[in-house]
C-alpha cells in the first residue's frame, strides 16, 4: 500500500467530536438523541403522533396516525385539517410579528428584508389574487421563477388556499417547462419577465411563451412579475403583471384548512426510464419532518440567520428555504444570482453581511469555491457561523477537510445530510451537538428513520464495509405519496423488491464498523451533476430527436467539481463527423440537449462512432463505456463486439 493509501484511510477514520460548547448549547443532547430513538423504536406511531401534536398546529386534530391499509400508499395523521402557510407564518405573529422571516440579495447588491408580518400581508395579497383568478383547492399552479421572495411568497399563497405548487427550476428549458406543465394539467403558470445569472438575464417569460405555445392548453392565466424590466410580450386577456394582480386585494385571506394528506406539492425529478416523475409530497407528513430536521439536524434557534443556497425549484429549496425555516419561525437568506459575482468572496461576504449562523450548500459548490483559494474566505469575517451543511453527493474528504478548516474554523460541525426529492426530509445525517462526524459519511439514521443496507434477499447486511441497498424499513410522514398519476409507476419504483416491504431509495451504500452509512453511488442509469439527478434516458431521447442522430448512449465520468461529467457517443445519419465537422456536430448537439432540457444536461463530452459496443443480445455494454469515458483501460473481453473498430474511435483515438 502507498503512503497516499494510507493517510486516505486514516482521514477516513479521523472523528470529529462536536465541541464541548457547541453541545452544551444545542437543541438535542446525547441523551435526548437517545432518548428519541429509544421511543421511536419502542412506540413508533406514538413517536410521531407525539411530534405532529407538539409541532404542528392542527385546525382538527388526527386521531389516526399511520394507515397502512393501501400500501405501499402510505397516508399520515390522516382525518386531521390544517394548513401549511398558516403554520409556516400566521402561528409565529403573536411572538415573532416583526422578525425578519427573509433577507433577500440579488445579484447586483440589491437587499430587501420581510419580517413575518410583512410577509404575511404579502402572501394573503397574493393568495386573494390567485382566487380572484379562479384557483381553488386542488388546482395545480406553475412557478417557474428566479429566487426571489416572491417565489417563496408563491409557494406559500397556494398552500394558503390548498392550491398545489409545482416549482420548475428556472434553468430548466421552454420543453422541460411544457412537459412539467402537461403532466400536471396546471391551470396557471407563475412566472416573470426574467432573472439574473451571472450577468446575464435569464429569459424566463421568453421560455414560458414557447411552452405554452406548443401546447399547455390546460393553462388559463400566466402571472408576470417584473423583476428585471427587459421588454417582453404579454398576452392579451392570459397574461397579467404581479403587480395589477395583486392591486386592491386586502392583505387577510383566511387559510384553507385542509386535510393532512391533501396534495401539497409535485416536484419533478428524474428517473432511470421515461418521463421525469411527479414526486407528490402531503401536507401534514411533509411539514412534521420539514421541522423536525430543521430543529434536530439544524439545530435551528431563534437567533439564527440560516442560508441555504438551493433554489427553490428543488427539493432543498422547499424543505430548508420555503418551508421548513419558516414553520420553525427561523429567518433565511435567499440569494439570486451566481456564486462568483463579483469575484469568489460572493458567498463569504454574504455570510459576514447578513451574520449568517448556519450555512448548507452542495458539495459541487464547495468544490467550485476551494479551487479559487483561500484568500477569497479568508477576507471576510465568517465569524458568525456556528453550523455547516451539505447535500446532494458524497463529499470527497479534501473539500470536506476545506469546509471545516478554512469556512468553519474547525468551529463548526458539518452535518452531512443524505436525503432526497422522494423522501421529502433528512433521513440519514449527523446530529451536530451529538454526533462525530467523518468526512464523507452522512452518519447515521435520524430518530424515526428506518434506514437499512440490505442484500438481494433483503437481509440486513450486519458484515462491514459490505455494499448493498440502501432501503426505508418503515413508512415516514414526508415520504412521497405518488407518482402524479401513476401509481403504478410509484410501486414499481420505489417498492419493486423485498415483497414490496421496504422503500427503495435507488443507491447503493455501505456501512462502516461504527455503523456510519457511506453511500457508494446509484443502482440504476441515473447521473449525478452538480448535486442533481439526471437521467441518462432523458439525455439519451434528447439527443434522438436531433434528425441527425440515429443513436445514442450517454453516461457519466468522474468529475472533480461537479461529480460527474456527462459523456455522450452519438451514431449520426450518414457518414460519421471527424475534424472540424464534428466539432461543429458536437457544438450543435450540446446547444439542442441545452434547449430541450436545461443547461445542465448539455454533454460535457459528445464522442462520434460507427457503431454502440452491444452484447449479442443487443444491450447497450454501457459498463465497458463508463471505462471509456473514464478513460481507463479496458479489461473485459470485448471479443464478442460486432464491430471491434468502434472501441478506437469511441476512445477518441481514430
Ligand atoms: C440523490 C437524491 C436531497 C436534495 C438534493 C438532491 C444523492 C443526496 C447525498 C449525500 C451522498 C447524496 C443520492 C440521492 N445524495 N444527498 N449527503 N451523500 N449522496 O436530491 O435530486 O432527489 O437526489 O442525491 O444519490 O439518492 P435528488
Redo the contacts with the bound molecule.
Keep these: 500500500m502507498s503512503g497516499i493509501e494510507i493517510n486516505s484511510v486514516l482521514i477516513e477514520n479521523r472523528l470529529f467530536k462536536p465541541s464541548a460548547e457547541f453541545t452544551a448549547r444545542a437543541r438535542i443532547k446525547p441523551d435526548d438523541l437517545a432518548a428519541l430513538h429509544k421511543r421511536a423504536e419502542e412506540d413508533y406511531e406514538g413517536f410521531w403522533a407525539d411530534l405532529a401534536r407538539e409541532l404542528i398546529d392542527w385546525q382538527k386534530p388526527f386521531t389516526q396516525t399511520l394507515d397502512e391499509s393501501n400500501a405501499p400508499h402510505f397516508k399520515w395523521f390522516s382525518d386531521g385539517e390544517m394548513n401549511v402557510s398558516y403554520n409556516c407564518i400566521d402561528r409565529h405573529l403573536a411572538k415573532h410579528a416583526d422578525k425578519t422571516a427573509i433577507i433577500f440579495e440579488g445579484e447586483g447588491g440589491d437587499v430587501r428584508k420581510l419580517t413575518y408580518q410583512q410577509l404575511h400581508d404579502e402572501v394573503c395579497e397574493f393568495a386573494n389574487a390567485l382566487k380572484a383568478h379562479g384557483i381553488r383547492e386542488g388546482d395545480r399552479v406553475v412557478i417557474y421563477m428566479p429566487m426571489v421572495p416572491e417565489a417563496v411568497i408563491a409557494m406559500q399563497a397556494c398552500a394558503r388556499i390548498g392550491a398545489v405548487q409545482s416549482v420548475v427550476f428556472g434553468g430548466f428549458s421552454a420543453e422541460s417547462l411544457r412537459d412539467r406543465i402537461e403532466d400536471a394539467q396546471a391551470v396557471m403558470l407563475i412566472t416573470a419577465d426574467g432573472g439574473t445569472r451571472g450577468g446575464k438575464i435569464v429569459p424566463l417569460k421568453e421560455a414560458a411563451d414557447k411552452a405554452l405555445s406548443s401546447g399547455c392548453d390546460c393553462i388559463k392565466n400566466v402571472i408576470v412579475l417584473k423583476r428585471t424590466g427587459h421588454d417582453i410580450a404579454m398576452q392579451e386577456g392570459r397574461d397579467i403583471w404581479w403587480s395589477d394582480a395583486i392591486a386592491g386585494q386586502s392583505n387577510e385571506c383566511e387559510p384553507v384548512w385542509v386535510n393532512a394528506e391533501h396534495p401539497l406539492f409535485l416536484l419533478y ?2 428517473g432511470s426510464t421515461g418521463k421525469p416523475k411527479g414526486i407528490q409530497h402531503a401536507s401534514a407528513g411533509y411539514l412534521l419532518n420539514a421541522i423536525t430536521t430543521n430543529l434536530w439536524v439544524f439545530d435551528l434557534r431563534d437567533e439564527d440567520i440560516f442560508w441555504c443556497t438551493a433554489d427553490v425549484g ?3 429549496g422547499h424543505t430548508y428555504v420555503a418551508y421548513g425555516p419558516l414553520a420553525a419561525a427561523s429567518t433565511i437568506v435567499m440569494y439570486e444570482g451566481a456564486p462568483v459575482i463579483p469575484d469568489g468572496g460572493r458567498f463569504w461576504k454574504m455570510v459576514e453581511e447578513h451574520k449568517v449562523t448556519i450555512f448548507y450548500t ?1 458539495p459541487t459548490a464547495i468544490r467550485a469555491l476551494m479551487r479559487l483559494g483561500d484568500d477569497f474566505p479568508n477576507s471576510y469575517d465568517l465569524s458568525s457561523l456556528r453550523l455547516l451543511g ?6 470527497n474528504p479534501e473539500a470536506w477537510m476545506w469546509y471545516h478548516t478554512v469556512i468553519g474554523k474547525e468551529n463548526c460541525p458539518i452535518v ?8 421529502g426530509a433528512h433521513v440519514i445525517s449527523p446530529v451536530p451537538g451529538v454526533t462525530a462526524t467523518k468526512p464523507g459519511s ?1 452518519t447515521l439514521p435520524l430518530p424515526g428513520m428506518m434506514a437499512d443496507v440490505v442484500n438481494e434477499e433483503g437481509e440486513s447486511i450486519t458484515e462491514a464495509n459490505t455494499g448493498g441497498y440502501l432501503v426505508i424499513k418503515k413508512p415516514w410522514p414526508s415520504m412521497l405519496r405518488t407518482v402524479w398519476g401513476d401509481d403504478q409507476r410509484y410501486a414499481d419504483t420505489y417498492y419493486p423488491k423485498f415483497g414490496g416491504k421496504y422503500y427503495l ?3 447503493s451504500a455501505r456501512r462502516d464498523e461504527n455503523g456510519y452509512f457511506w ?1 457508494m ?2 443502482i440504476d442509469d441515473v447521473l ?1 451533476v452538480s ?3 439526471l437521467g441518462t434516458m432523458e439525455v439519451e431521447s434528447a439527443l434522438v430527436a436531433h434528425d441527425a442522430v440515429v443513436e445514442a448512449a450517454v453516461v457519466g465520468r468522474p468529475h472533480e467539481v461537479k461529480g460527474e461529467a456527462i459523456v455522450a457517443f452519438v451514431i449520426c445519419k450518414g457518414e460519421r463527423p471527424t475534424g472540424e465537422a464534428a466539432e461543429k456536430m458536437a457544438k450543435e448537439l450540446r446547444d439542442w440537449v441545452g434547449e430541450q432540457i436545461g443547461p445542465i444536461a448539455k454533454p460535457d463530452d459528445i464522442r462520434f462512432a460507427e457503431g454502440l459496443p452491444k452484447t449479442r443480445s443487443g444491450k447497450i455494454m454501457r459498463r465497458l463505456l463508463r471505462t471509456i469515458a473514464a478513460g481507463e483501460e479496458i479489461t473485459s473481453d470485448t471479443s464478442t463486439l460486432e464491430n471491434e473498430a468502434v472501441i478506437a474511435q469511441l476512445q477518441g483515438k481514430a
Excluded: L, M
Excluded at 390 to 395: H, Q
Excluded at 416 to 423: G, I, L, R, S
Design positions: 425529478t428524474s428543488w427539493i432543498t452542495a451539505t447535500v446532494g453527493e458524497p463529499i452531512d445530510t443524505w436525503w432526497q426529492t422522494e423522501t452522512c431509495a435507488g443507491d453511500i453511488g446509484r449525478n448535486g442533481h439527478r
